[in-house]
């Protein structure tokens, strides 16, 4: 049974104040909170483990080593991948994204063609960008309706021989909007030979993600975003992928033979974690997979959906407030703007005051906002241990901001 209050309890930072008011903490899509599991793992790594990996023969070293791969083993699982070399390490999606577009070079030449989404994250454009500028390749976008929807026929028109990369998040940060990346991926593979990438960092904390069933060839995400520590991220990558591409960093670790006459690279997944990694935030990483895992997808779905449902019906109770995708399947998030009131931040300082913490402004997604014609938004977005109450609580705040600033 979900006890959302049993849940509340494992997160010591829910319990304090903001501006003397208690914390209503809905900035989950920039980054969760963290429960105590997590935290006591990451703490006693450093109190009890502290020591590299796979470097050393004493004991802590050892230790250390079993509990970060015990940790790729656990997400190996959560993402169902068929290996555990196939997980590899990173400091979050953006690293993971920049790794792939950079062991891609050599896969592309000029007026070859990369396939992206008007609803990507500045993380899964400027990669593309800069991968066009170093080989002469060409970006091309797949646009959105009014709803904030993908328009897949033009997906349709853009695959040919020409394209080498299809490169979509799974789940829209901005608006919330959930895209049929199982589609994507289908007509990608039945139209091209690309190599497809997927953006996780949004839907990794709230679906349950199966990297076989899905057929993609990377698969990339957060650990922060899903109670873990910053600076934890993964990629995922086939087995067969990984290992046709060079590395990304050169240093320790990724080398199986080095020399002044040459060098040859370690097997996977070594060959992508060059030098020393996060070692405790990746063991926590592991702890988080875990706290996710007891709670259970479908019931952590249900909920987030549930607190979704009445966060929007409720907003949209108030006169003169658009939600943005309104129409379309989403989750975890409600970005929304009060007409008449043109500064988003405005509204989310009025709501600081009140201890409800919200995002607002372009959500490093300023395409989307150039789309709707408007420099950024409210977004509320969800997690776990949010509650209805919180949200009668948020929408309490925006009617004082529109009174405020009306």
Known sequence: MFDIQEIRSQFSILNREVNGKP????????TSQKPNSVL??????????????????HTLSQLATEEMELSRRKIQNFINAKHDFEVIFTKGTTEGINLVSYILTQKLKKDDEIIISYLEHHSNIVPWQMLCERTGAKLRVIPIDENGVLQLDYLDQFLSEKTKVVSVNQVSNALGVVNPIEEIIAKTRANS??????????????FKIDVQALDCDFFVFS?????????????????????????????GE??????????????????????????GGNIALGAAVDFISKIGHSTLQNHENALLAYA?????????LKVYAEKANRTGVVSFNLKGIGISSD??????????AVRTGHHCT?????????????????????????????????????????
């Open 312 to 320: 929007q019906s409720k907003l949209l109770e108030i006169e003169r």
């Open 23 to 30: 914390l209503v903490y809905l900035d989950n899509a920039a």
């Open 254 to 279: 990724m080398i199986a033979v080095c020399s002044f006459d040459k060098t040859t690279y370690a097997g996977l997944p070594f060959k992508y974690e060059a030098g020393t990694p996060n070692v």
């Open 40 to 57: 006591e793992v990451w703490n006693q790594y450093y109190t009890e483990l502290n020591a590299n990996v796979h470097r050393g023969i």
């Open 193 to 206: 030979d690309a190599y497809i990438v997927i953006d996780g960092a949004q839907s990794a904390p709230h």
């Open 366 to 406: 300023q395409p989307i906002m150039d789309f709707f014609n408007i420099a950024g938004t409210v977004r509320a977005s969800f997690a776990v241990y949010n509650t209805f109450e919180e949200i009668d609580l948020l929408v309490e705040g925006v009617k004082k901001a529109q009174r405020m600033l009306s």
């Open 223 to 251: 650990g922060h975003k899903m109670y873990a520590p910053m600076g934890t991220g993964i990629l995922y990558g086939k087995q067969e992928v990984l290992e046709s591409l060079p590395p990304f960093h050169g240093g």
């Open 347 to 356: 509204v989310g300082m009025i709501l600081d005051k009140m201890g409800i």
